[in-house]
């Protein structure tokens, strides 16, 4: 994670022990990257920003407009 400045949030132990178990054996570090990571997905999503697009959807969206004829 980057080296801004941090904040301490509470959540329900239940919600982090299954969080725990669902970043078993994935990439993420810590309960805490992943709901960071969550609320910045989340929250470009409610923005439009660009980030709200996955690379799959992206993908997608270009195939979509070669099909019509929009891109080469």
């Known amino acids: ?3 801004e400045e941090r ?3 509470s959540i329900p132990a239940s919600l982090y022990k299954q ?3 669902k970043i078993k054996g994935t990439d ?3 309960v805490s ?3 960071t990571k969550v609320l910045k997905e989340n929250l470009a999503k409610e ?3 660009p980030e709200s697009l996955s690379k799959e959807d992206e993908e997608k ?3 979509r407009l070669k099909a ?3 891109l080469d």
């Open 1 to 3: 994670m980057d080296k």
């Open 7 to 9: 904040k301490d949030i």
């Open 19 to 21: 969080i725990e178990e």
């Open 28 to 30: 993420i570090d810590s």
């Open 33 to 35: 990257s992943f709901v």
């Open 47 to 49: 923005e439009g920003t």
């Open 61 to 63: 969206v270009k195939e």
């Open 68 to 70: 019509l004829g929009y």
